[in-house]
């Protein structure tokens, strides 16, 4: 048996053709959709990147307990599993956050691993005698370039830039060239899982002229250059902006709509559909002015963030063109792998395989939870959806970890001056973590003054109005205490949350 997954960051679910968009090029998401099972009910988990490959290595929620941090020593890492059982597990990446301090532990647990450079600002070439421009139509951006990380940021991804004039110098390009390469070399061995994970439709939204052609203006020139990189702000700008970005983001996806179309080309030419597993995922979306708002971590985690597309095809059963409506989330793609090889689910994987998708056409999950460390508890249940904001924003929260790094930066000396040791939890395979309080906001999620909001997602599936339903919120409450209490929570998160804690039977 074999297995491939290709995972891009930031691909929004309804910018594609299979899931209803009509105006992006997309073939190859249809044809892949004709031969997979397409998930209608795909949910982010924790968010943003890092938290999402936690929870694909562990098959268990991360932002509970932890923001942005690496692989922690009592995880089960679903990569590491299967080379330890035998199966080479190779990853291909241009993700350049698996080479900071917070994702320093994530590649090496795989057999083999390829890091491809140059993507947004990846400190990756250097050229001292440039003089960096500060180009842009977002007065946010300009905001930004006063920040030394962020100018600096700007200053290597117009290097980068230079180095990938010609679309097969471009790290996309290159990411999946080399995992291409892989499947030339081990079409015929079995026992593999290759992981091609692609930064792109990631922001800046750089691409070459081949595919910005098809969705060009309604800026040009400068200005057009200037509108690929939105940042983590309200919209503050016109709709020609607006429609420009849209168009960078839509070329920029059919680029990776061409390079998927290469993956799907080299199964049919090795007539791999007859035992290889194939997953395409996401780890979020990303809001293109959508509630007034760019980006994915400033804002409410909207639907545009949260609803994510997924692609499955398991060899084993009959699933071509069909569609799931069964609830799933990141932390059930390491049970559905590990399954899949014949390899027992560790015990704290809270995770489901999806077989019971494909054999019986069963539901995982009546309800998913999701959210960023330390902002709203997200829940729904498919009819509503409920953003559980702290109601008591002063109570201190806490980072549970025994790996202090932050995504760029290991936790400073005035955040560990006061740590303790904390309990085991449930899944620490009996160690004590260190208890950190949290200093500040960490990655994403609106602030902590922002209030709760109620949303009948099955009459108003943009959340553009909310409800209120007080019968409503307290079943969702309900459902969140029931999976804090499965996932083990911090204590102190019940009352910093407003959740009644479940007992006896009621768990």
């Not at 339903?469 to 009352?495: N, Q, S, W």
Request: hydrophobic content about 35%; aromatic content about 12%; some cysteine.
């Amino acid at each position: 048996m074999r297995a491939i997954m290709v995972m891009y960051d930031s691909l929004n679910r309804h910018m594609l053709e299979s899931y209803g968009c009509d105006w992006t090029r997309t073939p190859n998401f249809l044809r892949l959709a004709k031969r997979s099972m397409q998930f209608e009910n795909c949910y982010v988990g924790s968010m943003p990147c890092m938290p999402a490959r936690r929870e694909l290595h562990t098959g268990r929620p991360n932002f509970l307990h932890r923001s942005w941090g690496p692989i922690e020593p009592f995880d089960d890492s679903m990569p590491e599993i299967l080379k330890q059982a035998g199966v080479c597990t190779h990853l291909v990446s241009d993700h350049q956050h698996y080479w900071e301090d917070g994702g320093g532990t994530y590649h090496t647990r795989y057999s083999s691993w390829e890091c491809i450079r140059g993507q947004e600002g990846d400190p990756w070439k250097e050229d001292l005698c440039a003089v960096p421009e500060k180009r842009s139509v977002f007065r946010g951006r300009e905001m930004a370039w006063q920040v030394p990380l962020f100018a600096a940021m700007n200053t290597h991804d117009q290097v980068n830039r230079r180095h990938q004039n010609t679309e097969e110098k471009t790290a996309q390009a290159r990411t999946f060239a080399c995992g291409l390469e892989f499947i030339d070399t081990n079409h015929e061995a079995d026992n593999w899982f290759l992981q091609i994970e692609c930064f792109d439709p990631h922001e800046p939204f750089f691409c070459d002229e081949k595919y910005r052609k098809h969705f060009d203006g309604p800026l040009h020139g400068e200005d057009a250059l200037g509108a690929d990189w939105p940042p983590y702000m309200p919209v503050n700008e016109g709709e020609d902006v607006v429609r420009t970005v849209r168009n960078h983001y839509a070329a920029l996806l059919e680029k990776c709509d061409a390079n998927l179309g290469k993956v799907l080309d080299k199964m049919d030419e090795y007539g791999m559909w007859r035992d290889t597993m194939l997953i395409v995922c996401t780890d979020h979306g990303f809001l293109l002015s959508e509630h007034g708002w760019w980006g994915k971590t400033a804002m409410p985690c909207y639907n545009e963030i949260a609803h994510t597309p997924l692609y499955v095809y398991d060899p084993r059963f009959d699933c071509a063109g069909k569609h799931s409506e069964s609830f799933v989330q990141m932390t059930d793609l390491a049970p559905t792998l590990l399954e899949f090889f014949g390899q027992p689910v560790p015990e704290d994987m809270t995770g489901k395989p999806l077989r019971p998708v494909f054999e019986k056409g069963e539901k995982l999950h009546d309800y998913v939870v999701f959210g960023f460390h330390g902002a709203e508890i997200i829940v729904t249940d498919g009819k509503y959806l409920y953003m559980n904001a702290p109601e008591h924003p002063e109570d201190p929260y806490y980072e549970y970890t025994l790996m202090p790094a932050h995504m760029r930066m290991r936790f400073s000396c005035e955040e560990l001056k006061d740590m303790e040791l904390a309990e085991p939890f449930s899944f620490t395979k009996g160690l004590r973590t260190l208890k950190i309080r949290c200093l500040g906001s960490t990655v994403g999620g609106s602030k902590e003054e922002a209030p709760s909001r109620l949303f009948d997602i099955e009459k108003d599936p943009g959340q553009l109005k909310e409800i209120h339903d007080p019968e409503a919120v307290c079943r969702m409450k309900a459902l969140i205490a029931g999976y804090m209490a499965r996932t083990d929570a911090p204590k102190e998160l019940y009352h910093r949350y407003g959740i009644r804690p479940l007992t006896g039977n009621e768990i």
